[in-house]
């Protein structure tokens, strides 16, 4: 017979949890997803015992490592048999573990009149409050089995699961009251409000013997509290401690406090100014596109190109040169046309593309315009600060050097206001130049400055 245990700390306090709403989170890869995993083996002896884990989509529950592969890993070692096309695991007993999606805010009505005494969500973030409070209806149970609701999260201070375990946290740090971690507190729901208590008791007393209230916890953890995976995978630490500030202090520190902000993803002295850059450097010119003159009236965005080059021997990004106008769309062109014959045809260029077909024509016929020349077209998915994270946290690091140039100081000054700025021009400019050199697409011969 296998065994399969928690380990000591987080993972062990969330499954020993008497809770009806038990919820894990903070940090990344500190067990949460596994624990949720675990939570309904308890119940696989039971023949009419049925759980189910959500997430937000279905690819969510697929993708390489996701849910689906981590489960492969567990219930075969207690004889389940996967069904896959039903995203389904069946136990021995008869009991059974499926995996579903509630990608829309009107699917959980798929689920009217179904008794799921188990209820898992991984990454509550990803669900809405309306989502999460219709499920609770569904949780009821005829097999024996209290019906009870487990729950994964990172921290997300724009998520309403910030404000429901906010009692959890320091308000002014934004960091889990260790002190409360797997505390129980009770709430109930009037006309859309949540009242909390410290006990039923005081609920009952303030609201009446007839209110019904749930227990919630929260437990919080660490990779530092997941030793399994540090083991398994040493660089994983590495790779939370390369990202931008915001994304670390909210996957490594566990941060519910923390928002993107002017000053939290550039620093003028993160980055040096040097004199000369390498000869062996590889440039991309990478171009934010915007059409509009400058009038008195308005204050339209700007068309900028960034020149940020890769040397491949020390890995250090060079900004060599920045490009920035405010004009028609036929000076746009002229001014990309021009900016590409003084590159020359060494630097690749790289320009956005909207996913809407009117972005795919714009993309095409600049491309056609700049016909001799190596053009990438990258469609921009996603938030800008998210975008904007990768190269910021190498900004950090001190692996971007800037030239020195009279544009320094205002190219400083738009990037310490990202993303509260006015315009975000010049971060969407250096997230796509970073972005290609990440893909491949920087220069193939160095550019002589």
Not at 360 to 383: D, H
């Amino acid at each position: 017979m296998a065994e399969i245990r928690p380990q000591k700390g987080p993972q062990e306090r969330f499954l020993a949890s008497s809770a009806d709403i038990a919820i894990m989170g903070g940090a990344a890869g500190c067990g949460k997803s596994v624990a949720l995993l675990m939570e309904p083996l308890r119940h696989v002896g039971n023949q009419h015992f049925g759980g189910v884990i959500f997430r937000r989509t279905s690819p969510q529950i697929t993708n390489e490592g996701a849910l689906w592969d981590e489960a492969g890993k567990l219930y075969p070692l207690l004889g389940a048999e996967a069904r896959v096309g039903d995203l389904e695991y069946r136990f021995p007993a008869g009991a059974s573990v499926g995996f579903r999606h509630l990608q829309h805010e009107a699917t959980v009505y798929d689920w009217q009149g179904a008794q799921v005494p188990f209820i898992g969500f991984d990454e509550l973030t990803h669900f809405s409050k309306k989502q999460f409070f219709y499920m609770l209806s569904r949780n009821r149970s005829t097999c024996g089995i209290r019906p009870y609701v487990r729950a994964s999260c990172n921290p997300d201070a724009d998520s309403w699961i910030a404000g429901f375990i906010g009692w959890w946290i320091d308000q002014d740090t934004g960091l889990a009251i260790q002190d409360r971690a797997g505390v129980l507190r009770y709430f109930i729901r009037i006309n859309d409000a949540l009242l909390w208590g410290d006990s039923p008791e005081e609920l009952r007393a303030k609201y009446g013997s007839d209110v019904q209230p749930k227990s919630v916890t929260f437990v919080p953890g660490k990779l530092s509290d997941n030793p399994a995976l540090m083991a398994a995978d040493p660089g994983y630490l590495a790779n939370l401690m390369a990202l931008g500030a915001v994304e670390r202090a909210r996957l490594l520190d566990g941060n519910w406090k923390i928002r993107p902000a002017a000053g939290l993803y550039f620093k003028r002295h993160w980055c040096q100014i040097v004199d000369a850059v390498p000869a062996a450097v590889r440039f991309v010119r990478y171009w934010d596109l915007a059409a509009t003159e400058k009038t008195e009236a308005n204050d339209p965005d700007w068309t900028e190109g960034i020149l940020l080059g890769r040397d491949p021997a020390t890995k250090l990004y060079y900004v060599a040169d920045w490009v920035r106008l405010r004009a028609s769309p036929l000076k746009v062109e002229e001014a990309i046309k021009n900016t590409a014959s003084a590159d020359g045809v060494s630097v690749a260029i790289g320009i956005p593309q909207d996913p809407a077909q009117a972005g795919k024509s714009q993309a095409e016929y600049l491309i056609r315009q700049l016909s001799g020349y190596n053009v990438r077209a990258r469609i921009e998915r996603g938030e800008k600060h998210v975008r904007f994270s990768p190269f910021s946290a190498q900004c950090e690091a001190g692996n971007v050097k800037v030239l020195r140039a009279p544009w320094n100081n205002a190219l400083f000054e738009n990037l310490e206001a990202f993303p509260e700025g006015v315009h975000d021009d010049t971060a969407d400019a250096c997230s796509g130049a970073f972005g290609m050199h990440q893909s491949g697409d920087s220069s193939v011969k160095p550019l002589r400055l």
